[in-house]
Every structure is written in C-alpha cells, then in structure tokens.
C-alpha cells in the first residue's frame, strides 16, 4: 500500500500521494487495469481536506496563526495601548500573540527575557540593581535596590536632526517605544525600569 506522506508538501504532491493511495486500495484483476475517473477526482478532494487538516495545526499555533490571527488578538486585547500606530507586519502581530499567549507569568529575570525573545529582541540584555555590590549612584541611598536596566542595541533606534528637520526638533531622540511599553507594563510596580541604548560608544538612556 502506498504510504501517504502527512508533512509540508504542496496540494499537487497531495494529490498525488491520494491517487496512488485510492488505486492501491483496489481489488487485484484486469476489470481494475488502466486509469479510474472516480478515483482521479476524489484524489483533489482528498487532498484539500488534508491540506486544510494541516493549515488548521498550523493555526493551533498563536506565532504561526494567519487567517485565525484577529479571533486570537480580540481574546487576547490586542491591539493595546503598546501597539505602534502604524500598520503592523503579519510578524509583529504573531510575535506579540506568541508573547501574551505562549509564556507563563512571573516577575523575574527569566520571564522578562521570555518576553522579549518572543517579540525578537535577542540580544537586548536585563540587569537588576539589587544583584549589585554596592549602589550605582550613593546619592539613590537603598532604592536602587528597585532598579533593574534593559539594555536595547541601538541600531535603528537612534534618529538624528537632519537638514530637513522641524527647526525646534530635538537634535537626537532614541527610544523603542513598543519594548519599553510592554516591559513597563508587565513590571513590578515598586520598580523602576531604565531602558539604556547604545551606538558604538555613545550611550542614553530613558
């Protein structure tokens, strides 16, 4: 009997796997020889309810989801007050899915490098203040202790005045306005976030 291959392949190649899976179904003897019309228009069908079975496991999964993305987004209350103003990528709208639906709660270190992972800021690192030998700054006395710094590569995140800037322009503003959104949003209330940006050896923070 033909085996019939469940993975990513194209409805073509499905529909083949079902042709030649329907005629091995069949009796042995010559009234079964040469092509079957029934079977050669069952095998689309056959195929397309397959491939709609795999297109629904895909959907199972909120960073992968497609034509269920807007159901999962109302139950989840997306688009909120972090969304960008401007339209997102199908990406964006599966990482922050991912990111509300996939990760389990908490308040450490971990849970926010989850977080950030899922929204694709790899290589922004977390930092908390009350790991520290002694306070960054004396005049803070112990409250640094509420402290923690999420440090974000700057890369396109710094934007410089130009010729053709407002005249009352800022002469260089940075900032991520969707990472420091959600991370303030998900942050403990008796801390304090600072977000640290860097290009080269330029460094702000916010």
Known sequence: MAKLFTGGVSTMNL??????????LL?????WGGENNLLEGLAPSLAATHQRGLDLLREVDPARTEE???RYEALCGLPDDCTIDEAQTLSQRQQRLDAKVSIPGGINATFYRQQLDALGYYDVTIEQFQ???SSPNPEWGD???YYWRVSIPADAQFRWMTCSSECNAELRTWGDTVVECIINKLSPSHTVVVFSYSEGNAHASN
Do not use: K, S, V
């Open 15 to 24: 529909e083949q796997e079902y042709t030649q899976l329907l005629y091995a």
């Open 27 to 31: 009796p042995p003897g010559p009234a």
């Open 68 to 70: 269920l993305i807007e």
């Open 131 to 133: 790991h520290l030998n």
């Open 143 to 145: 409250r640094w202790r």
